[in-house]
C-alpha cells in the first residue's frame, strides 16, 4: 500500500461526476477508482460519452468533482482553492488538448516555455535543448502556430507538457486531428518521454493503434472502469473493443 | 435580408452595447445643446418682448454710458442734452421724450458684498412726470429718489438682500463708496434685470453728475402721439439731433428686432461652440461604431461565407450589415433625443438657479428632434459602410475554413502610403503657415492640421509596432508572462489597436494643444507685465470704466505711495490712421515705467518727445530724431518729436507721452489706470491703504503685479477648464471603445485565455494580461495625441506671435506627463470590466468552444 502510494502520479477513489439534475441528470462518472503509476505511459480508452474526458478533467483539477477524491502526487483536489488548483496546474501537470493547444501570438520556443514563464521560472536549459532535440523541432522555434504543421503544433504541445517537468501529463486525444504518420510521430514521442525521460502520461485515445503505444489501457464505459490491459497490442485492443461492443449489442 | 439583419442586432446587442451608448451619448449632446440654446432663446426674448412696448423711437448716444470707450473720448462725439430732450418733446408727432442715463453701479449687500456678478447692476435716472410717478419704473413702495443721497432699488434685488424703504446701502461708481438711502422699491419690465441683473434708480441730476455730465443723457425715449406712426417719428426726429456718428435713432420696432437678433446672435455663438463639441464627440464615436462592427463582421465570416455559398450577393450582405447599424443607430438617437432634453433641462435648470437667466419652459423644436436622430442615424450608417463592404468580400469558401481571415500586408502597404502623404503634406503645410505666421499662415496651418489628423489615424497601425513595442520590455519586466502577453495582444490586430487608440488620441490632441496654448498665451502676459512694469500697484476700474479724475489726489497722498502715473488713455490720428496715444506722468515715469529701449532714450518723454513701438514705428517710417503729426482728440494739431523706439509691449500700448503734453489737447481724461509705486514696495498695508483712499469702492481694483497676471490667468484657465469639460464627452465615448474592444477580444480569445488558465495562469495573471493591453493602448492614443497636440500648439503660437507680444511656446511638461499618466488609469479603468469577465471565465467551456 505505502509502495503505490509512493509511486502513484495520480489517483482517483470513489471518483464520481454528475451533470445536471432531474430529468436532464447525467452521471458522467459512476464511483472510479484508478491509479497512474509514476513513469508508466497509460491510455483511456471507451465509447464516446463514457467519460474518459471528465476523469481526465476531474483529475487534472479543470473540473469539480461531486464525490470521491482526486490527488496529484501527494495532494488532495477536493481542498484546493482556485488559486492553489491554478499552481498545482501550472507546477505539476502538462497538457495536451486535441486542438488549441498553443498562443497564436508567441512563436514555438515561447509556447514551450509559457509555463515556465507563468511561474516566473528560468527554463533549465540542458533539459530544454533535450526536449527539443526530442520533438526535433530545433529548426522551428522562431516560427509561429500558423507557419506550423497541425502535427508540428501537437509537437510544440508536447514539449511544453514536458518542459516543464510535470508530475504527469494529461492528453486527450492528442492525434485526433493528425494523419496517422503526423500520429505515429507524437505517439512515439510521449512513449519515448516516458522510457527516456521517466515522464508520466494519460492520454484519453479512440484509437487502438495510438493505444498500443501506452503501457497499460484502461477500458471506461458508462462512467465506470471496466477493465484493463498491460502491453497491449493494436490487435489485443481492438479485440478488446470488439468483445465490448458485441456485449453492448447483447446485453 | 431585414430579418436577418435584426436578429443580428438582437443576437449581438451585447457586444452592440457600447456602440449605442456611444451614438446615445453623442446625440444627447447635440439634443442637449439644441434644447437648452432653444429654451435660453425664447426665454431672453419672451423677457424683451415687452420692453419696447412704450418706445416708438429711441435716440443713443454709443459715446456715453457704459458703451463708451477711449476712442469715443474726442471733440468729434457730440452729447445729447436737455435741449435735445426738449427739441424731440416739441416735435408735433411726438407725445413725450425722456432722457435716460445708465451705467453700471457697484451695490453693496448688507454684508459689504457686490452684488451679483460685475456688470450685472445698472444705474439709471428716475423720471416722475407731473403726477410724480414714473410710468417706467412702477413703485411698489416708497416713493422715487429726489436728490443725491437717495435710491430706489428693483424689487427683486431689494427682496433678495432684505432691503427695505429707509435703510441705508453702500453704493458706488467709479468714485468713492456712497452711503445711500433707499427712498422706493419698483417693479420693471428692464430685460436686463429679467435676467437676473439689478437696478438702482437715482435722480436725473445725480445719475448724470456719476455718468456723464450735468444735462447730458445716454438716450432718449420718444413717444408718438396717437395717429403718428413710428417711422414718422423718426423722420421728424431726425433733424433735430446733433449731427455726429456717435448718435443713432431707431424706431421701437428696429429696436426689438435687433434686440431679438443679437440675442440669436449670443445664442447661436453658443449653439455653435457646443456643437462642435458635439461634433468632436460624435466623431470619436465614429471610430468606436466602425471597430465594432469589423470585429462583429470577423466573428461573423464564416456565417456570412454561408450565407454568400447559399446564394446571398454582396450587395445584400453589406445591405443587411447597413441595415443592422440603422437599426442601432434609430434605438440609440431616441434614446439620445431623450436624455438630451433631460440634459437642456437639467442645464437650464441648474444655470438658472442663480436666477441669471429668465425664466421660461422648455423648448423641444422638431428642428431638435430631426437633426438628433438624423445625426445618430447618419453617423452610425457611415461608420457601418466600410466594414460593411468589408462583409460583403467574404469569399463563401470561408465557410470551410476554420481560422478568421487575416488582415492583408497588401493593404496595409496601400494604406500606410495613403497615411504618409496625407501626414506628409499636412506636416509641409503647417510648416509653412507657421512659417508665414499671422491671418495669412491661419488656412495653411488649419487646413494642414486637418490633414496631419487624418493622416495619423491612417498611419496608427503602422505607428502602433514600434511604439506599444516600446512598452513591451517595460510590461515583461515588471509583470512577466502577463505583461507580455499584454503586448503581444494589442499588437495582434493593429487596425483595430489603432481605431481605439485613435479615438483617444483626438481629445488628447485637442486637450493638449489647449493646454500648451493657454501656457504660452499666459507666459507671454506675465512675461509683459513684469518686464515692462515696475509699479507695485495698478488702481483700475472693473469693466473697462475709466479711473475717475476725482480719485487722483487721493490716491496720491495715500500714506506710503512714494510716486504715481496716470495712464490717460486716448485715440489721435496719424497718418489719417487711429493711433491709441498713453499719457503717464513724466517725472515719475522713469520710477513706475521701464519699457526695453531699442533706440533713443527712455529719458526723452521728460522732455516732451514721444516714445513708440517699434512696430508702429516701422509702419509710419517715424525714427528716433524724427517727428511725428498728430490730430488730437480735441481736434487740434501738433508735431511732436520721436525720442525713443521700445519693443512691442501689450501693457504699454504703442504710443506714451507725457500727460502734461497730451492733456492740453484732449476732452477729458480717461484714466484706464493710476500706477502706483510704495516707499517701502509692494505691501498688504500699501493695497488696504489704496482700497481706503479710493473710498473702499467694490469697482475699483487695486492689483499689484502678480495680481494681475493670476487673474488673468484664472481667466485663461476657467476658458480652458470649460473645454476640457466639454472635450470630456469625446474622452468618454473614446473610453468606452477600450471598453467594447477589450470585451469584444476577451469574448474572441476564450480558447486562448482558458488555455492559459489550464497551464497555470491565475485569474489575477489574466486579469493583469487584459489590463495591461488596454493600458499599451490607452498610453499609445495619448502619446500620440500629445505628441500631435503639441505640434499644433506650436504652429499656432507662431500665427499668434504677431497679435500678442513675447508669445513663445511653453511646454508644460509636467501637466503634459500627467495626461498621458492619466490616460494610462483610464486604460485600467477601461479595463476593469472586461478583465473581470475574462478572469470568471469557466476553463472547460472555454476550452471546449470551437
Ligand atoms: N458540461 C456538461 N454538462 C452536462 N453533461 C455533460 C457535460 N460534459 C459532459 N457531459 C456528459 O457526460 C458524459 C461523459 O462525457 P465525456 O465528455 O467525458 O465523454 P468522452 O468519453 O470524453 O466522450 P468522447 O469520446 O466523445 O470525447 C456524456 O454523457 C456527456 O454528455
Ligand atoms: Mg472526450
Redesign the pocket.
Known amino acids: 500500500m505505502t509502495t503505490t502510494l509512493l509511486t502513484a502520479a495520480a489517483r482517483a477513489v470513489g471518483l464520481s461526476?454528475v451533470?445536471?439534475e432531474g430529468d436532464?441528470r447525467?452521471t458522467?462518472?459512476d464511483q472510479v477508482s484508478v491509479e497512474f503509476v509514476r513513469g508508466q505511459f497509460t491510455a483511456i480508452m471507451?465509447?464516446?460519452?463514457?467519460?474518459?474526458?471528465?476523469?481526465m478533467?476531474c483529475m487534472a483539477g479543470l473540473d469539480s468533482v461531486t464525490a470521491g477524491s482526486a490527488t496529484i502526487g501527494d495532494t488532495e483536489l477536493g481542498g484546493l482553492k482556485d488559486k492553489q488548483l491554478t499552481k498545482l496546474r501550472r507546477d505539476q501537470i502538462g497538457f495536451v488538448f486535441q486542438s488549441f493547444n498553443l498562443l497564436p501570438t508567441l512563436s514555438a520556443l515561447e509556447n514551450i516555455t509559457l509555463p515556465m514563464d507563468i511561474a516566473g521560472r528560468k527554463p533549465d536549459h540542458a533539459w530544454l535543448d533535450q526536449v527539443v532535440a526530442t520533438v526535433g523541432l530545433a529548426d522551428r522555434l522562431g516560427h509561429r502556430p500558423s507557419q506550423l504543421s497541425g502535427g508540428q503544433q501537437q509537437r510544440v504541445a508536447c514539449a511544453r507538457a514536458l518542459a516543464s517537468r510535470p508530475a504527469i501529463i494529461f492528453a486527450?486525444?492528442p492525434t485526433g486531428n493528425l494523419d496517422s504518420r503526423s500520429g505515429a510521430e507524437i505517439l512515439g514521442f510521449l512513449r519515448n518521454s516516458v522510457r527516456e525521460l521517466g515522464q508520466t502520461v494519460v492520454m484519453?485515445t479512440?484509437d487502438p493503434v495510438a493505444a498500443s503505444y501506452a503501457d497499460r489501457v484502461v477500458f471506461?464505459a458508462d462512467?465506470r472502469i471496466v477493465d484493463e490491459m498491460y502491453g497491449p497490442t493494436a490487435d489485443s485492443v481492438l479485440d478488446r473493443m470488439r468483445r465490448f461492443d458485441a456485449k453492448g449489442r447483447t446485453s | 435580408m431585414y430579418r436577418t439583419a435584426l436578429r443580428n442586432v438582437l443576437a449581438s446587442k451585447g457586444r452592440l452595447l457600447m456602440t449605442m451608448l456611444a451614438v446615445l451619448l453623442g446625440t444627447a449632446f447635440v439634443a442637449g445643446t439644441m434644447v437648452f440654446s432653444d429654451s435660453v432663446g425664447q426665454a431672453f426674448k419672451d423677457s424683451q418682448s415687452s420692453s419696447f412696448d412704450n418706445i416708438s423711437v429711441q435716440v443713443h448716444n454709443s459715446a456715453a454710458g457704459s458703451d463708451a470707450k477711449a476712442s469715443d473720448n474726442n471733440s468729434s462725439a457730440l452729447p445729447l442734452t436737455d435741449a435735445t430732450v426738449q427739441r424731440i418733446a416739441a416735435l408735433p408727432g411726438a407725445q413725450s421724450a425722456r432722457g435716460t442715463v445708465t451705467g453700471f453701479a457697484g451695490l453693496s449687500d448688507p454684508q459689504g458684498n457686490l452684488i451679483g456678478e460685475r456688470g450685472n447692476t445698472q444705474g439709471s435716472n428716475w423720471v416722475p412726470g407731473a403726477d410724480g410717478r414714473d410710468s417706467t419704473y412702477p413703485m411698489v413702495q416708497g416713493t422715487g429718489p429726489v436728490n443725491s443721497r437717495q435710491i430706489a432699488v428693483d424689487q427683486r434685488t431689494a427682496e433678495k438682500n432684505g432691503f427695505k424703504v429707509g435703510d441705508t446701502v453702500r453704493l458706488a461708481v467709479n468714485g468713492p463708496v456712497m452711503q445711500m438711502t433707499v427712498t422706493g422699491i419698483f417693479t420693471t419690465v428692464d430685460p436686463q434685470v429679467k435676467a437676473g441683473g439689478s437696478l438702482v434708480l437715482f435722480d436725473t441730476a445725480t445719475a448724470q453728475q456719476l455718468y456723464l455730465k450735468a444735462g447730458q443723457f445716454t438716450t432718449i425715449q420718444a413717444v408718438a402721439k396717437p395717429g403718428t406712426s413710428e417711422q414718422q417719428l423718426l423722420s421728424e426726429v431726425l433733424p433735430v439731433l446733433p449731427h455726429s456718428g456717435n448718435i443713432t435713432a431707431k424706431t421701437g420696432v428696429k429696436l426689438s428686432a435687433d434686440s431679438t437678433a443679437a440675442v440669436q446672435a449670443a445664442t447661436s455663438g453658443m449653439r455653435t461652440a457646443l456643437l462642435a463639441f458635439a461634433g468632436i464627440a460624435l466623431f470619436v464615436g465614429i471610430f468606436l461604431i466602425s471597430n465594432t462592427f469589423t470585429m462583429l463582421i470577423a466573428q461573423r465570416t464564416r456565417e456570412t461565407a454561408l450565407m454568400r455559398a447559399i446564394g446571398a450577393s454582396r450587395r445584400q450582405i453589406t445591405n443587411s450589415v447597413l441595415l443592422e447599424a440603422l437599426f442601432v443607430g434609430v434605438f440609440a438617437s431616441l434614446g439620445g433625443l431623450l436624455a438630451g432634453i433631460g440634459i437642456g433641462a437639467g442645464l437650464k435648470a441648474f444655470l438658472g438657479s442663480g436666477g441669471n437667466l429668465p425664466a421660461g419652459g422648455l423648448v423641444i423644436a422638431p428642428t431638435t428632434v430631426v437633426a438628433t436622430l438624423l445625426t445618430g442615424v447618419v453617423v452610425t450608417v457611415v461608420a457601418a459602410l466600410l466594414p460593411s463592404i468589408r462583409a460583403s468580400r467574404v469569399p463563401p469558401v470561408a465557410a470551410m475554413s476554420s481560422n478568421d481571415q487575416p488582415a492583408t500586408q497588401k493593404s496595409l502597404v496601400v494604406r500606410n502610403s495613403i497615411g504618409a502623404a496625407f501626414f506628409g503634406t499636412g506636416l509641409a503645410a503647417v510648416l509653412y503657415g507657421a512659417h508665414l505666421g499671422g491671418s495669412s499662415g491661419r488656412l495653411p496651418v488649419g487646413a494642414g492640421a486637418g490633414l496631419i489628423l487624418i493622416g495619423a489615424f491612417v498611419l496608427t497601425p503602422l505607428l502602433s509596432r514600434p511604439l506599444i513595442a516600446l512598452v513591451g520590455p517595460l510590461f515583461a519586466r515588471l509583470y512577466g508572462v502577463s505583461g507580455k502577453l499584454a503586448k503581444q495582444n494589442a499588437l495582434r490586430n493593429p487596425r483595430r489597436t489603432a481605431a481605439t487608440a485613435s479615438a483617444l488620441t483626438i481629445g488628447l490632441t485637442l486637450i493638449s494643444a489647449l493646454t500648451v496654448i493657454g501656457a504660452s498665451v499666459t507666459d507671454a502676459v506675465t512675461k509683459q507685465v513684469t518686464s515692462g512694469m515696475k509699479a507695485d500697484y495698478a488702481v483700475s476700474v472693473m469693466l473697462g470704466e475709466p479711473v475717475s479724475p476725482s480719485a487722483l489726489p487721493a490716491i496720491k497722498s495715500t500714506a506710503g505711495v512714494s510716486a504715481t502715473s496716470v495712464i490717460d488713455s486716448q485715440y489721435v490720428k496719424a497718418d489719417g490712421r487711429d493711433l491709441s496715444v498713453s499719457g503717464f506722468d513724466a517725472d515719475s515715469f522713469s520710477r513706475l515705467v521701464a519699457p526695453t529701449m531699442l533706440d533713443g532714450s527712455a529719458g526723452a518723454i521728460g522732455q516732451g518727445a514721444a516714445l513708440v513701438d517699434k512696430s508702429t514705428a516701422a509702419s509710419h517710417h517715424w525714427s528716433v530724431g524724427g517727428s511725428a503729426r498728430f490730430t488730437y482728440p480735441n481736434g487740434s494739431t501738433g508735431t511732436v518729436r520721436i525720442g525713443g523706439i521700445y519693443q512691442d509691449s501689450g501693457l504699454l500700448g504703442p504710443v506714451m507721452m507725457s500727460e502734461s503734453v497730451l492733456s492740453p489737447h484732449t476732452t477729458a481724461p480717461y484714466y484706464s489706470a493710476v500706477l502706483v509705486s510704495g516707499t517701502a514696495g509692494a505691501s498688504p498695508a500699501l493695497e488696504q491703504a489704496l482700497k481706503d483712499s479710493t473710498g473702499r469702492n467694490p469697482l475699483v481694483q487695486v492689483q499689484s503685479q502678480q495680481q494681475m497676471v493670476k487673474e488673468f490667468s484664472s481667466q485663461i484657465s476657467l476658458l480652458l477648464n470649460v473645454m476640457y469639460g466639454l472635450l470630456g464627452m469625446a474622452v468618454l465615448i473614446a473610453v468606452l471603445g477600450v471598453v467594447n474592444t477589450l470585451a469584444m477580444s476577451v469574448f474572441e480569445r476564450k480558447r486562448e485565455i482558458g488555455m492559459l488558465r489550464a497551464i497555470g495562469l491565475d485569474r489575477r495573471g489574466i486579469k493583469r494580461m487584459v489590463r495591461l493591453e488596454s493600458v499599451a493602448i490607452a498610453l499609445f492614443g495619448a502619446v500620440l495625441g500629445v505628441a500631435i497636440g503639441e505640434f499644433l500648439a506650436w504652429a499656432a503660437v507662431q500665427l499668434l506671435k504677431s497679435s500678442l507680444t513675447g508669445l513663445t511656446t511653453a511646454f508644460p511638461a509636467g501637466q503634459l506627463a500627467a495626461y498621458v499618466l492619466a490616460a494610462a488609469l483610464v486604460g485600467l479603468g477601461a479595463a476593469l470590466w472586461p478583465a473581470r469577465r475574462a478572469s470568471r471565465l469557466d476553463i472547460?467551456d472555454s476550452i471546449k468552444t470551437s
Open positions: 461526476k451533470y445536471g436532464t447525467v458522467a462518472l471507451g465509447p464516446s460519452g463514457s467519460g474518459k474526458s471528465t476523469l478533467h486527450d486525444e484519453v479512440h471506461l462512467g | 472547460l
